[in-house]
């Protein structure tokens, strides 16, 4: 599987943005997608991750009620959709993909995008 980020920026505060990954090699159906983010000098954490297979979602209480994680399985593609952004949302944002339903540790994913930078000015 490879995944392919993009949709990062310079936004300022309250701003949105939609961040896509699109997956190639195999089914989205088959898989979970997450997205994390990493900020200089901190560990990357997951942000929201959903199941290609059933749809259901997951987001980090950090993002919770201002983001959006859906998929397309025909462009098996994933977006996170963010809104109210703070700064405290810059980051590396990092789409990740593991078989079978959702995880919530870095380390239960196996392919990895390449990440994608959002900067959040205040």
């Known amino acids: 599987v490879q995944l392919q980020a993009s949709g990062g920026g310079l936004v300022q505060a309250g701003g949105s943005l939609t961040l896509s990954c699109a997956a190639s090699g195999r089914t989205f159906s088959s898989y979970a997608m997450g997205w994390f983010r990493q900020a200089p000098g901190k560990e990357r954490d997951i942000v929201a991750a959903i199941s290609g297979r059933t749809g259901s979602t997951y987001y980090a209480d950090s993002v919770k009620g201002r983001s959006t994680i859906s998929g397309d399985n025909a462009k098996n593609t994933v977006y996170l959709q963010m809104n109210s952004l703070k700064p405290e949302d810059t980051a590396v944002y990092y789409c990740?993909?593991?078989?079978?339903?959702?995880?919530?540790?870095?380390?239960?994913?196996?392919?990895w995008g390449q990440g994608t930078q959002v900067t959040v000015s205040s």
């Open positions: 990740a993909a593991r078989l079978g339903s959702i995880g919530y540790a870095l380390i239960t994913y196996d392919y």
